[in-house]
């Protein structure tokens, strides 16, 4: 509709005269109504700013849309907002596109691939850490003396540990019957505490 550059009328009409028109929408007030027309497309009664015709919109672009209390919200922009929404898009795109050394087009593919290779190399990180963790908690409890009860507690504070490295060293180490881990590690201006829980039988 946009690019027929329809023209758009308006008119006005009684409420009576309007109930005999194809309305695309009830009026929500009484008395003569406003009424906008664009050519062979839509009725509609309406109190506020239209072109005259239907080129003037020049674009419109809908940005997102979502489900709402069984309804559709509808996020658009249109004209010159349009054209400055795309251009900020375009620039995106192309920035990001530079850090492939690709075309924009190309962008979207290099990237899901690049998602898809971080996720694979977290998952051997994480596989080595945990084989690290083992050979790190053999040399913790190497160090560790029992107590009268017989029971081994590892306490240590690390540097530079996520809370996951810290989580896979502590049950590495209760994995051993009979010892308790208290485990801290600091970075910068955070710190992390982890204390599994481990039951500990009564000795006899």
Not at 8 to 27: D, F, G, M, S, Y
Not at 70 to 93: C, M, P, S
Not at 144 to 159: C, E, K, Y
Not at 187 to 196: D, K
């Amino acid at each position: 509709m946009i690019w027929e550059d329809r023209q758009i009328t308006i008119k006005t009409a009684t409420a009576e005269q309007a109930a005999n028109l194809p309305l695309r929408k009830e009026p929500s007030r009484q008395g003569d109504l406003r009424l906008i027309e664009v050519e062979g497309f839509d009725l509609t009664p309406c109190g506020g700013t239209h072109a005259y015709r239907t080129g003037e919109v020049g674009l419109i672009a809908v940005r997102n849309w979502e489900r709402a209390k069984g309804l559709t919200r509808i996020e658009f922009v249109a004209g010159g907002r349009a054209l400055a929404d795309y251009r900020r898009a375009n620039k995106t795109a192309r920035t990001v596109a530079g850090l492939f050394s690709a075309g924009r087009d190309d962008a979207p593919k290099l990237a899901a691939r690049m998602v898809e290779e971080n996720k694979e190399l977290h998952r051997r990180v994480r596989c080595l850490e945990e084989a690290a963790a083992g050979v790190e908690a053999e040399r913790l409890l190497a160090s560790a003396s029992p107590n009268a009860a017989g029971v081994r507690v590892v306490t240590q504070i690390l540097d530079d540990r996520d809370a996951e490295s810290l989580k896979q060293l502590a049950q590495a180490l209760i994995a051993h019957s009979h010892t308790i881990a208290l485990l801290a590690s600091r970075e910068q201006e955070a710190a992390r505490l982890v204390l599994p829980g481990q039951p500990i039988p009564p000795v006899t």
